[in-house]
């Protein structure tokens, strides 16, 4: 939608720029919340770091767990604290000092990263989930199609892929121009907050943004859907209760992390943006940016038998090494 704001006249873009930085309002201008909001974002992002870095520790330290799945696992940590560090630092900042300005090109940088490592995480997801599939429903041939080297390049496709789609969306951003006063109704800087600000006729923009979504977002979901159908129905056909529950518990905490993470997703982007729901929408986009990647290392480690007896080797290893010195 063209801005009344802004007269695009032939030679009077004037009043249309390229900001030099924009605020973001976050999540209300309340000065009593920043202390908790502060404390609480710091203690979310400490424990996200040192959870996920727990796991990829415990992928590279047993070698019980030096399989696909949990290659796969340690992917998805590696993904999480990347995608923390590039929100809850900044948010942080903003809480600490009550600066809640961010430069053009910082904002560029943080959707760019903030975008692939979305992506990746869609593409990621439904690896693991095709992961899985093979293992349930093809157990005899799971050695021979899930070797190391295909693991390696499903992997290696899913963060080349979500870098590549972020490239084309922050492609868009430099060309957009703004009037007046550069607000950001989020606490980060997403591709929709920064359109409804433009002055330009951002239709061709937005029809671009929904065809890349369908292929970063909704081909991955389907496909991850897809999957589970089949692993659910497999699973049904298994005559024991022992071993429909041991089929199960194999890809309960992966289904966990995905109906969490595509439930808040897609709420986020169809929700509208109307002034009543605008908070709310923040509040979903605060759990699947924020919280999700938290609640991951904690899923894995609480519903997966392996993780958790690695886990207690650990532990153990470390509490006869401070009883013996």
Known sequence: MRDPRCNLEKGEWDNCTSPTEFLLLGMGNVPSLQTPLFLLSLIIYLLTVVGNILIVA????????????????????????CYSSTILPRLLASFLTGDSTISAQGC????????????????????????????????LLYASLM????????????????????????????????????????????????????????????LLTFIISILDVVIPFLFTLASYMCIIAAILRISSNVGRQKAFSTCSSH???????????????????????????????????????????????????EVREAL????????????SS
């Open 147 to 206: 070797t190391w080297k295909v693991s390696l390049q499903l992997a290696a496709a899913s963060w080349l892929v979500g870098f590549l789609i972020a490239t084309t969306f922050s492609s868009f951003l430099p060309q957009l121009k703004f009037c007046g006063l550069q607000a950001m109704d989020h606490f980060l800087c997403d591709l929709t907050p920064l359109l409804e600000l433009s002055c330009n006729d951002t239709r061709v923009v937005t």
């Open 108 to 139: 560029i940088v943080q959707f760019y990263f903030f975008a692939s490592f979305v992506v990746t995480e869609c593409y990621l997801l439904a690896v693991m989930s095709y992961d899985r599939y093979l293992a349930i429903c093809q157990p």
């Open 255 to 305: 289904l966990t992390v995905v109906c969490i993470f595509y439930g808040t997703l897609i709420i986020v982007y169809t929700l509208p943006r109307t002034p009543k729901l605008r908070q709310l929408n923040k509040v979903f986009s605060f759990f699947y940016t924020v919280l999700t990647p938290l609640v991951n290392p904690l899923i894995y480690s609480l519903r997966n038998r």
């Open 312 to 323: 207690g080797k650990v532990f153990r290893k470390a509490l006869a090494c401070t009883q």
């Open 58 to 81: 415990l992928v590279v330290a047993d070698r019980h767990l030096h399989t696909p799945m949990y290659f796969f696992l340690s992917n998805l940590s590696s993904l999480e604290t």
